[in-house]
């Protein structure tokens, strides 16, 4: 760590110390840093398969997009999986970490830190992360920033929006939704709840119903995730959904209006439960202002007139609510992390190089 400067915000403003927010997520990794900078990219690391595709790549890592589009010529690793480090065995578990920390150290290297600058960074976990994997992703940070803290990914979002009491945050990513109960203080285990309905289990939904009502369609899961990303929706009346896809290799029209939103409508019902648990358990004086307060953020939120929905259901089956969804719910997580990283006393860093 640096020599302690005289104040606090000395030290949070002097050249000496890059602070980051990392929203290190199953499918993106997203980066906001205290000189400004922001990134993100697909969670993918690929390394060259053989020597050949070395000499034709030209470098021994690809990260995010550039990985994802090479993937014949590369092993490619997602080293999370529902928002925690894979442990596979052996080899298996060595890789995903070699994986996991090639992702950080890209995440630090986008965010555009000055030489000899110290990396302080403050990383979003699953709410409902084991004290295990936590460790393990505090071990694979070691080699990227000097310092470094865990939080739970909804704490982060909710900090970020200055919300600390009386919200529930729904962090909807693709492994995993974290629900979170805020209420002024750092949320404990009893506040948080991690459901698997999130958008993977839109992308097997929808690709399921097309299977069903279209058995002739060729398609493969990234191409329906793809489709989703584009038309994702949950609204009442909506244009129809009409895409291209292969029937025996001719491109051929499908109208798949039905299959998307029924697909995206599977995700209300179990996260509207999840709300209710939190709420029951809430102190009844406080339970309404709870419902009245959601904060919706995550890739997965952006399905169109999901706010509306979720309304909807808490409706009908907890006598109403009010969902508000974050601006820019890409970077909810990462910014909410660099805010923390900012008001963090010093005391609180844990000392890694
Ligand atoms: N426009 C969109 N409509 C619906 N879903 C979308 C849209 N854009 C992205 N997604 C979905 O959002 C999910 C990724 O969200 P996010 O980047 O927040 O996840 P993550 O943080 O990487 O995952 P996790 O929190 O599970 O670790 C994916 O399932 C993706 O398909
Ligand atoms: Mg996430």
New binding site residues.
């Given amino acids: 760590m640096p020599a302690k400067s005289q104040s606090s915000d000395d030290r949070k403003t002097d050249g000496g110390v890059l602070y980051v927010g990392i929203?290190l997520?199953?499918?993106?990794t997203s980066i906001a840093a205290s000189n400004g900078v922001r990134a993100t990219f697909p969670?993918f690391v690929g390394y060259p398969k053989d020597v050949i595709s070395r000499k034709l790549l030209k470098v021994d890592k690809l990260f995010g997009e550039e990985a994802i589009s090479k993937r014949l010529s590369v092993d490619l690793y997602r080293p999370?999986e529902h928002?925690v480090l894979k442990c596979g065995q052996g080899n298996d578990k060595d890789a995903n970490q070699r994986a996991a920390q090639d992702l950080l150290t890209e995440a630090v290297r986008r965010a555009n830190p000055s030489p000899g600058e110290l990396v302080y960074a403050v990383i979003g976990a699953?709410a409902q992360a084991s004290i295990k994997s936590k460790n393990t992703i505090l071990e694979v940070a070691r080699e990227s920033v000097d310092s470094v803290m865990l939080c739970s990914?909804p704490f982060a979002v909710a900090y970020g929006q200055d919300l600390l009491a009386d919200v529930l945050v729904i962090?909807i990513?693709?492994?995993?939704v974290d629900l979170c109960r805020m209420h002024g203080t750092m949320p404990e285990e009893s506040d948080q709840l991690t459901l698997e309905t999130?958008?993977?289990f839109v992308d097997s939904e929808f690709e399921r119903l097309i299977q069903a009502s279209h058995p002739e369609a060729q398609f493969t899961i990234n191409m329906v995730?793809g489709i989703?990303?584009k038309h994702?929706t949950v609204a009442e009346t909506i244009a129809p959904i009409e895409v291209q896809l292969p029937v025996q290799g001719k491109p051929t029209a499908f109208d798949l209006t039905r299959e998307l939103k029924e697909a995206c409508q599977a995700i209300v019902p179990p996260i509207v439960e999840g709300l209710g648990r939190l709420i029951a358990t809430f102190d009844p004086e406080f339970q309404e202002r709870l419902k009245g307060r959601v904060l919706l953020a995550?890739?997965?939120s952006?399905?169109k007139a999901l706010d509306i929905a979720i309304e909807a259901e808490m409706r009908r089956t907890l006598g109403g609510g009010r969902v508000t969804r974050i601006e820019e719910p890409?970077y909810g997580g990462a910014n909410g992390a660099l805010k923390i990283a900012h008001d963090m006393p010093e005391e609180y860093w844990e000392n890694l190089k």
């Avoid at 997520?25 to 993106?28: D, I, L």
């Avoid at 990513?173 to 995993?176: D, I, M, N, Q, R």
């Fill in positions: 929203d997520g199953t499918s993106r969670s999370l928002g699953p990914e962090d990513g693709a492994g995993t999130a958008g993977d995730r989703k990303e994702s995550g890739g997965g952006q399905i890409m």
